[in-house]
Structures are given as structure tokens and as C-alpha cells.
């Protein structure tokens, strides 16, 4: 392959590249899509995902760097090195799930439309016996 670079002059530029080549047949034909693979990989990805849910079906060697490559021509960015080497002390915006969806709320008086402090309130999701959402 041979690539040529041009600046908006016409001038040949340095540029840096990158390529996956890849066997047309070695991704699987499966274009379904879940909330894992949207949230862990189409929303932070520009383009079009052929096969979303393949780079979270298996963990084995071939797949992580299936994923590595998609992420790579893609053009993933959605950190900073400068930021990740730093030693101070990352300040999160959204406190990290930790087992869960957190969801917070306050309860309200109707006639005032005040919180009221201090109350004790459950949020349930109805669920089958097999912990799936019924």
C-alpha cells in the first residue's frame, strides 16, 4: 500500500497511520445490540459498528484484539494522557455504579413544592424468579 498525504496547498506532509487488516470472514455475522455494547462501545465511538455485540461475546485473545483494532481505526479519544498521568487526584463528575444504577431523588410536598428532609423511600423494580425485569 502505498499512501500519499497532502496539506490544503497540494504539499506532500508527514503524517502517522495506522491499519488492521483482518480476514473478511473472521468477524461474526451478528449485528444485534444491547445495552452493554452501546454503553461500553457505541457511545463513545464516532463511526458505524458492524458487529457491536462480537467484541463482548468472547474473552479470549482474538477478540480483545478484534476490539483493539476497531477502537484503534476508529479514533477513540475520550481521555487525555496528560490527565491520566498526572498524580493529583481525579474529581469525578457522577459518583461510579458500584453494583448498580444509583438513582436519587427527594421526596416533595404536593402543596408546598418543598422538599421534606428526612424521609425514607424505596424504589422498587418488579422482577421475575429469575431476576430479570417482568
Do not use: C
Request: proline content about 6%; charged content about 20%; overall charge negative.
Amino acid at each position: 500500500m502505498d499512501f500519499l498525504v497532502k496539506d490544503g496547498t497540494n504539499n506532500p506532509q508527514l503524517t502517522d497511520m495506522s491499519v488492521a487488516v483482518f480476514r473478511m470472514d473472521s468477524l461474526e455475522a451478528n449485528a444485534s445490540s444491547n445495552i452493554l455494547s452501546y454503553l461500553w462501545l457505541q457511545s463513545d465511538l464516532r463511526g458505524h459498528i458492524e458487529s457491536p455485540d462480537y467484541y463482548f461475546s468472547n474473552a479470549d485473545a482474538q477478540t480483545d484484539a478484534a476490539l483493539d483494532d476497531l477502537m484503534l481505526t476508529q479514533g477513540w479519544r475520550r481521555f487525555k494522557w496528560e490527565e491520566v498521568l498526572q498524580k493529583d487526584t481525579v474529581v469525578f463528575a457522577f459518583i461510579p455504579e458500584a453494583g448498580g444504577p444509583m438513582i436519587r431523588g427527594k421526596v416533595i410536598n404536593t402543596q408546598t413544592g418543598q422538599p421534606i428532609p428526612n424521609i425514607l423511600t424505596y424504589l422498587s423494580t418488579p422482577q421475575t424468579a429469575a431476576g430479570v425485569p417482568g
